[in-house]
């Protein structure tokens, strides 16, 4: 069981975009060599900027709600597990409806595998294998005290998404507006000031 004093947390301003996770997570004995989470390229054109993607543990997961045959199962400790494969048709339904486009139907394997926030090594004490190599932090699992310590920006867990209010487990770290932001004298003087 994953402890309610730890979160996973995303500062996709800290992402420089080396794949490490990636790599990490399809090394996950329970993943079967496929990464459950993958690196956005926010503005292709315009930036290098990268985020990463994953599974943000719904308190109300819809990617369950929409399964007709009852194959995803969120535990106590809050996290959503990928489907049950006796259970799992195959149907997409969850894919379709995560407002976070993170489930995924394998086909060859016709279930739906996710992040799980690699619950055979955080159930035991471990963190999740993506939050042990990411070198900048950007992915970090830490207790909940902590993170107030370490950054200045704080964590976000519910998200107005269309007319839907979701709750997640997992954080994404945004800046605070309570901390005014320290805005380059260069940037200011060439675009002409505020």
Do not use: W
């Not at 597990?81 to 799992?88: E, G, L």
């Not at 969850?94 to 394998?106: K, N, Q, R, T, Y």
């Amino acid at each position: 069981m994953v402890g309610a004093d730890y979160g996973f947390y995303i500062d996709p301003q800290r992402c420089i975009g080396c794949k490490s996770c990636v790599a990490s997570c399809g090394e996950c004995g329970t993943h079967r060599g496929r990464p459950m989470i993958h690196l956005d390229e926010l503005d292709r054109f315009a930036s290098t900027q990268t985020g990463p993607t994953v599974c943000m543990h719904c308190e109300e997961p819809i990617c369950a709600q929409v399964c007709p045959a009852d194959a995803i199962k969120r535990s106590e400790d809050g996290v959503v597990h990928a489907a049950q494969k006796p259970r799992c048709i195959a149907c997409s339904n969850c894919e379709l409806s995560c407002p976070f486009g993170v489930p995924i139907v394998f086909r060859g394997l016709e279930q739906m595998i996710k992040c799980d926030l690699c619950y055979d090594r955080t159930s035991m004490g471990h963190k999740p294998m993506c939050a042990t190599v990411c070198p900048s932090q950007a992915l970090f699992f830490v207790r909940h005290d902590e993170v107030a310590q370490a950054r200045t920006n704080r964590p976000l867990r519910e998200f107005q998404i269309g007319a839907l209010m979701v709750k997640t487990r997992n954080a994404v770290m945004v800046p605070d507006p309570e901390i005014p932001l320290l805005l380059d004298a260069a940037v200011l003087t060439t675009e002409g000031g505020l």
